[in-house]
């Protein structure tokens, strides 16, 4: 994504390397549901929260069992107080929670109490948490904003929709949950992608390289 859109600018070399994933999300554990969304980053306009929690309150509405945890600072207090006031009008806003700011062991915590991480972005280059959720063997249903489409196929590693598609969101979050046997083969094609992408050993290895290349 950074070498499309910077590419044209620049006449130097590229070499493709990305931000190692923390081993620990490799580790994570399997599970057997579906229904459980997290969130995880800044409650803030470009993260379009406003978007994720009227899809997932209309997505409530067909499918009650499901459950929203979002985690992650007030970027934008104000912003953050029309998401929380959106939240209270769905007659299911008990199953949205707002955890706030976690510390790096509970938010890997989050992740293995999760099944699917959502995204709603309207802007993003390539976000750390679909690296961690593909890592972790969780359902990723995200917008296609900035670099995320680099980083998802629909229908193959995951599900992505158009920013600001409250409605297609929503259809996607609920395909996921009750289609499983079709997100677990998500799941499985995005781990493959991760552990050769992301773990810190090819991470390590594609940096040696660009050192090695370079000091030719």
Do not use: N
Not at 51 to 72: F, T
Not at 131 to 158: K, L, N, P
């Amino acid at each position: 994504y950074v070498r499309e859109v910077l590419g044209q600018r620049t006449g130097d070399a590229w070499s493709d390397v990305c931000h190692p994933t923390q081993p620990a999300y490799f580790d994570l554990a399997a599970r057997s549901g579906h229904d459980r969304l997290l969130f995880v980053g800044a409650i803030e306009p470009r993260k379009a929260v406003l978007d994720l929690v009227a899809a997932v309150a209309s997505v409530l509405e067909a499918e009650p069992s499901v459950r929203l945890r979002v985690v992650g600072p007030d970027r934008d207090a104000r912003y953050a107080d029309e998401v929380r006031a959106l939240a209270a009008t769905s007659p299911h806003s008990d199953r949205i929670t707002f955890d706030g700011p976690l510390s790096a062991d509970e938010v890997i915590d989050a992740y293995s109490d999760s099944d699917v991480v959502v995204l709603a972005s309207v802007e993003e280059t390539s976000p750390l948490v679909l690296q961690q959720a593909m890592a972790g063997g969780r359902t990723v249903v995200a917008t296609s904003a900035g670099g995320i489409s680099h980083m998802i196929r629909d229908g193959e590693t995951g599900r992505l929709v158009p920013p600001g598609a409250r409605d297609a969101l929503a259809d996607a979050l609920l395909d996921v949950v009750r289609r499983p046997d079709a997100a677990d083969e998500m799941i499985e094609r995005a781990r493959h992608v991760a552990r050769d992408r992301f773990h810190p050993d090819p991470v390590a290895a594609a940096t040696l390289d660009v050192y090695r290349r370079v000091h030719r």
